[in-house]
């Protein structure tokens, strides 16, 4: 049972969430808990760390910003022990989860779970602090913002548990949106290809590399509120997936901007030149056209995040030489709209609704890019809701 | 160097540290530095505690309540970073600070240097969170409020350090309480001895046990201010005092009670019968007195902290029938007043003195107790500051 900032944000929350683990031991269910920082004390911790030198030192960031899930897992054993649970926190270091030497942004190499274990099965409940472990340089490390799920994941995995469950401030994954789109409807079961579709492009549910490593270690994961007591969403295997749908949902994201390098050199290499030195300098680019080439010059147009644009620029100018390109059009008015779902495989035809329905809505597409379960385009911003509200119903998504 | 809880209160103060910390290194002095939690933190990971459970368990106190040392190590260690110096952390667990088990009110049993000592022979400053230790159970322990005076002590004794400074908000070892006293006077040096009669009597600069630690490891100790740079007062072995004052400070405590056992048998075996039951309960005596005995039967007088007093009526009242008293009668409008020296072994007439300055002063003294370097006496309450003024006069202790 993984409980998120909102869900352990002061006293009375981490008493209920004492109350909902005891629910399980009192079910006769083993349980291991894990929890993160009380909202706002990571932010807390980081500011002080970037206030003091923007450039700070990664072991001494992860040493600081560690202490709040180290708060949390203490107060959490407290509050578990006062209601009679037999409980005891581990820090990272203690458990432990021995991470490469990345620090700020560190991954999982090994967790010794034998002790845990042991002591489950006398009833006791470990309750481990998310989002940290322990270096090759025996120093605390932390995994990067959101990590306390891969926390979970993974423990959950050397646990050999039968499920993770991941608690948090929504009741379960949608088919998209439900603050745009009325209609959503929450999914009992999803993939965990499509999830990682889904949380990649703006669906923030859960962290990218919990679900990549749910879906390499075959745990499945469910996505429960806190809040309230229901069953929440649950990442599973397609294979257990037995009515698959062409498309199950629908994801947004308005981080996106658009780079047009306008008139270069339609020759072999060009690509190279442009990607290669944004590449090296740490440019994430994502959907990628080339124009047809006219008098021997072609435009090349690319997405990116929008942070990312004025380093783009940058690097570009700076080779601008090797490039020979006119000149650089940049548009971060701009989102992109996936459509999602192992099923596509074997329809035909999924693409063409979206690009027919955007199209009835006079939404012009800007680019396109597609995957194996993924459909996405790039269109102007103002957009988003109205496509994003089509393509639910046009893909028989919306709640009766 | 060791900084406390207000010299570290915020990001501003805690740049003040570093700055001063490199002075010290520019001047060529090899560094190590211990940190407090940044004012008001610990009291409020201790509330929390306290909230979730009056009873809670020792281990989880420990393990939320040493994580605000562990934020300010790792801060102090990126301000050094960023004016220069080279420094990283030392969390309580990696030095480590073996400590009992004593969760809560741990004692330190060994430190290991050596890897400290070789650090800072390549002119890195370990930055070692106050307070903390490892216990042989693998977690974090706590020494006790106050605890990182010790930490600091203990860790100069094991790097073999030249001089220990304490800095903290008051500017060295007053001959009394400034506040009651306007000509008060810093002291230049003064012997462990006197500072731990000092110590345990209400001047709350030092922890009694910090100054244990430097007697018994013969730390040279200076205390002094972290806001101003000016020397403070130097706790030193007494033969390194060459003119030894008859009385070097005069301090007072508000935290006692005084109760009166009336008319028990004056039998062999009535003070255990008494003492016995209290010390069973934890209840400090301090002074105790016995009247003069008549027709077999006499009162016994004692001191103790206020806030036991409720503890100690209880436990005399269950024992009532082992004792035969008629009554108790307790007193907590009291006020003790200690003169200390070492120079006072050699001179005749400390105690004479003391009685004859408050019989001037029509101060009526209730209970007298004396050591071979302190005499203590129990007066009214109301009488305090005008008992401390006269006696730092009548001692020559004004400033000119």
């Known amino acids: ?16 969430v004492a109350a909902r683990v005891k629910r399980e031991t009192d079910a006769g269910h083993e349980v291991a808990v894990v929890v993160s920082a009380m909202a706002g004390v990571t932010n807390q911790l980081v500011g002080w760390c970037q206030s003091l030198s923007p450039l700070h030192d990664a072991r001494e960031y992860d040493a600081v910003v560690a202490t709040g899930e180290q708060v949390t897992a203490g107060l959490t054993a407290i509050a578990l022990q006062e209601i009679g649970v037999d409980a005891r926190s581990w820090q990272g270091w203690q458990v432990p989860f021995a991470t490469d030497g990345a620090h700020g942004k560190a991954r999982i190499a090994a967790i010794e779970g034998a002790e845990l274990i042991r002591r489950m099965q006398m009833g006791q409940v470990p309750v481990v602090t998310g989002f940290q472990g322990i270096g090759p340089d025996n120093r605390v490390t932390t995994l990067g913002r959101g990590g306390s799920d891969t926390s979970a994941v993974a423990l959950a995995a050397a646990l050999r548990a039968d499920r993770c469950d991941i608690f948090t ?80 949902g629908i994801a ?5 901007a658009k780079l047009t390098v306008r008139r270069v050199p339609d020759r072999p290499g060009i ?63 701009v989102a992109k709209i996936s459509v999602v779902g192992v099923g596509m495989r074997s329809h035909a035809g999924v693409a063409n609704t ?30 988003t809701e109205l496509a994003v509200r089509a393509l639910h119903t046009a893909y028989g998504l919306d709640a009766a």
């Not at 049972?1 to 981490?14: E, H, N, P, Q």
């Not at 789109?181 to 965990?192: F, N, Q, S, W």
């Not at 994502?286 to 021997?296: F, H, L, R, T």
């Open 1 to 16: 049972m993984k409980f998120g900032g909102t869900s352990v944000a002061d006293l009375d929350r981490i008493r209920n």
């Open 169 to 248: 401030d929504v009741d379960g994954i949608y088919t998209t949106d439900p603050r745009i789109v009325a209609k959503a409807r929450k999914l009992d079961k999803i993939a965990y290809e499509e999830m990682l579709e889904l949380a990649s492009v703006g669906a923030k549910v859960l962290q990218t590399r919990s679900v990549e490593f749910a879906m390499k270690a075959r745990v499945r994961v469910q996505v429960l509120s806190s809040f309230e007591d229901l069953p929440g969403s649950l990442l599973v295997d397609e294979d257990e997936i037995v009515e698959k749908e062409m498309v199950s």
């Open 252 to 256: 947004y994201s308005r981080d996106e």
């Open 271 to 333: 690509a190279a030149a442009i990607f290669g030195p944004l590449a090296a300098a740490g440019v994430n680019v994502d959907m990628i056209v080339q124009n047809i080439s006219a008098d021997g010059m072609t435009d090349m147009t690319f997405t990116l995040g929008r942070t990312d644009l004025p380093r783009a620029r940058r690097v570009l100018d700076d080779n601008r030489g090797t490039i020979g390109f006119s000149e650089l059009v940049a548009d971060a008015d």
């Open 354 to 383: 979206m690009f027919r329905t955007l199209a009835e809505k006079g939404i012009n597409i800007q680019v396109i890019s597609t995957s194996e379960i993924k459909v996405s385009v790039l269109i102007g911003a103002e957009y």
